[in-house]
């Protein structure tokens, strides 16, 4: 066998012990306001506490916490990257409040609930894809005190049919190609080696529809591909949802009142509200959002294309359940 | 954070269990031969053996020992791929011959020493990037009997300078292109973020140099890039090698003959020999080349370019140590 070229790519990329990494989170620049403003624009929030920052990267949110003027803030990072954010740390004069641990959170060994605040940017795409909400929500249960606050607070699904008509051609287009190859490579196998691979060709075609046209592809939409009004699938409050809740949304209706042929794809996104606890609620709530209509994110927006072959002629208008799990496919 | 996209693409191809991905290999052709040949090509030594399939993927070299006159065929494969190689035998017609396993061959229950024949697919890039080489020789320990064969039976790995001039150019470009970006950031995050990072600079250059620099490349070179004599740096003989000698070599001393400035990359390959064992000779010895002499393989070439800035002056001819392990870097 192989190893694989685009995997030497994205092993890069998906890397969080590469300060390269880091730094395209660090100069998504929607991302680092919304953090900056729901922390330092809530600094009496965060005087004299203990604060957990779960998935510290480079540091970022620690520094803007002890700035705020936390007491203490725990860095919690797993990679090597845990070292860089040291370095951060000290260069900006903050050693002495913030603590920087290379852990996963679940391994740390901190007091049960001795933290004020968690802090975390944990949100993936679509919210849930590769998110590392679960981590989360093991620091809310083991180490946040009772009232304690989380940063963001609240998280929502967004879902919208948009007009991508070129893109889903481009998509059938490619999944034509794939499938005519196999014509070829039957002829092949038998004439060169004698096998038999016609029980096989059902499933290449399973597989290939499945690869090119169920999973979800980023995009970064603007305003004017969305058809219609976005319907909210899904609304977390980060102090309460559970591990079950963070796995994805089984089962979320939708209906909009718009006929298929302007329907090539659905797209997903999330916005997330810093609002602090209902006991220590935050004066100023910042929303992050990461929707077509609010300019650049790192997140973007995922795309579900509409298989036109898969559409029944009784289905008039878009509508149907969609299960939006942490996969990035709909199933 | 995100889950990223680079990341799909690569899965994509990375996993076994798509047919898309065993077809790429069903459709290298000189792969194909080689060890249609060295199993068809020497159907005697298969006639009434018992045979294990280590890693069978589509199950196509299962296939060709049963056609070769084996008595039983073991197909052994972790991923999904094994309900389809199991029909793939079905419709072939040798299912009371060729027993389909989905396993690791770690996990396999078989009788010790009662295997008279390992068949296996497990090269690397380069020999032993990503390969799975530690799973052929702990099948080899445990149910080969004393006396059996392995196909392939002998690996050497092959280095040599090439020229590639253009490719290394362009690879110091995009390291100079990722290096420039600090200044803008560094500048950035100090305006809009009160946050010195100036600290992680040095981090970054090197980083950056490894991941540009360092990482092999996959290429598939012509034989008029190479310069010089190719050396082996390496000879496995499959019946005798360990477990720490499949790790990767440590120290390959090489010297060419040949000014530095011609010699902007190292590339490496390896070809595979499939004679049989000492007791069982295969009479017809097949080999598999996939040195850029021997045309097209998916397995190409990996490259090393030579970064100028590190030929310290007193190096006048290519020269030196490398250590060429799994990870697929020179460190
Ligand atoms: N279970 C876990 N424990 C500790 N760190 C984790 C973790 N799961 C993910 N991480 C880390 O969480 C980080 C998320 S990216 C966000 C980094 C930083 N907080 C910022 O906002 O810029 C990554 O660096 C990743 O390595
Ligand atoms: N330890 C292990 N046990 C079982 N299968 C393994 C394995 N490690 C890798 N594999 C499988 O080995 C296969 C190698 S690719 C080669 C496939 C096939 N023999 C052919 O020549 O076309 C993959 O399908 C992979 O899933």
């Known amino acids: 066998p ?11 990329f998906s890397s969080y012990a590469y300060i390269y990494h880091q730094k395209q989170m660090l100069t998504d620049s929607k991302r680092m306001e919304a953090y900056r403003d729901a922390i330092l624009g809530n600094a009496a929030n965060f005087r004299d506490k203990v604060v957990l920052d779960v998935g510290a990267g480079s540091g970022i949110l620690s520094i803007w916490a002890a700035k705020a003027g936390a007491k203490k803030v725990i860095a919690c990072e797993f990679t090597e990257m845990a070292a860089h954010a040291r370095r951060l740390v000290k260069a900006n004069g903050l050693e002495d409040v913030v603590d920087v641990r290379r852990s996963a959170v679940e391994a740390l060994d901190l007091e049960k609930g001795s933290v004020d605040i968690i802090i975390s940017e944990w949100m993936g795409y679509f919210l849930l894809r590769e998110s590392m909400l679960d981590s989360v929500i093991y620091a ?10 989380l940063y963001p607070s609240h998280a929502k699904m967004y879902w919208c049919p948009v007009a991508l008509q070129d893109d889903r051609d481009a998509k059938l287009a490619e999944t ?11 002829d092949e196998m038998m ?18 529809r499945d690869y090119c046209l169920r999973q979800a592809q980023w995009h970064e939409l603007t305003e004017d591909v969305v058809q219609g009004e976005p319907v909210c699938v899904a609304a977390f409050d980060l102090n309460t949802i ?13 209906a909009f009142d718009l006929p298929l042929e302007r329907c090539s794809a659905f ?26 209509s609010g ?3 790192h997140w973007g927006q995922q795309c579900f294309f509409v298989d ?21 496919r709909l199933s």
């Open 267 to 292: 797209a997903g996104w999330f916005d997330s509200d810093f609002a602090g606890s209902p006991s220590a609620p935050a004066s100023n709530v910042v929303t992050l959002d990461t929707s077509p």
């Open 295 to 297: 300019g650049y994110t």
């Open 2 to 12: 192989e190893g694989l070229r685009a995997a030497d790519y994205a092993n890069y």
């Open 176 to 186: 034509a190609d794939t499938l005519a190859e196999w014509d070829a490579f039957e």
């Open 140 to 149: 809310r249960d083991r180490y946040l005190k009772p009232g304690g606050a």
């Open 191 to 208: 004439r060169e080696h004698d096998v038999d691979v016609r029980v096989l060709r059902r499933p290449y075609e399973e597989e290939t």
């Open 308 to 328: 036109p072959t898969l559409v029944r002629d009784a289905i008039r208008r878009a509508g149907g359940r969609a299960p939006l799990a942490t996969k990035g």
């Open 242 to 254: 559970t591990l079950g809740e963070a796995q994805g949304v089984a089962d979320a209706p939708f």
